[in-house]
């Protein structure tokens, strides 16, 4: 989830008095910007455990989502519910390619590992199988590789300038994963035990179906938490020029 769009809104803010004053100031026209704008992510990077309030970032050890869904034609629905992300403050910056003049961004980053946590409720075929389960659903992934691109124009409210998002994309690489949903076939041990056996022998197709949930996740997140900072300052507090 953090990071992408949202670094550059947190790690380019000017000083102004309600600002954190732990935010370096970042300059438009320094040709060294990407590097200031690591500087303040590493430096923020211990306070993403907790969350940041200043700056309405929530924990993101674990990160809690309230619901996600996934409708793969008539195939199969499903519904994820109290969602836990793990370790989103664990990542390495791959990319990160800026354009203030235009509103672009475009970031890619890797998490080493992440586990998703959540209640579920699935209905339809995957493999061979037809399912209609819910319980507890527990996934660990490995090598998660994110590619978020987004663009921006400029608004003008109340005589000042703000940074609209107008559109984001959002591309994902899953190196390994591991899921486990309990109580799929109800009380049947046995068979929800070779259940998630077949599904973890056959990850890579389950993993399609999922990749639409974890890109809604991390789309929803992003973008709602850099809307509301650029919805609160402007653009001649956000950035020096």
Known sequence: MKIFYLMVSLMGVAYCKKLPSFIEVCS????????????????????????????????????????ASLANGNAITADFTNLQIYQLNDFTIDKLDVDLDHFKLDVTLTFPRLRIMADYHIKGKILVMDLDGSGPADGNYTNVRIHFKSEGSRNNRNGKNYIKIDKTSIDMEIGEAHVFFDRIFGDNEELNANTNKIIND????????????????VDTFLVGITKRLFDKYPIEDLFKP
């Open 202 to 217: 056959n990850i890579e197709t389950l993993i399609t179906d999922l990749k639409p949930v974890i890109s809604e996740i």
């Open 28 to 67: 438009k026209s320094d040709p060294k910007i990407v590097e200031c704008l690591k500087r303040n992510i590493e430096k923020l990077r211990p306070m993403f455990l907790k969350g940041i309030p200043e700056l309405q970032i929530p924990s993101m050890n674990p990160l809690q989502i309230p619901k």
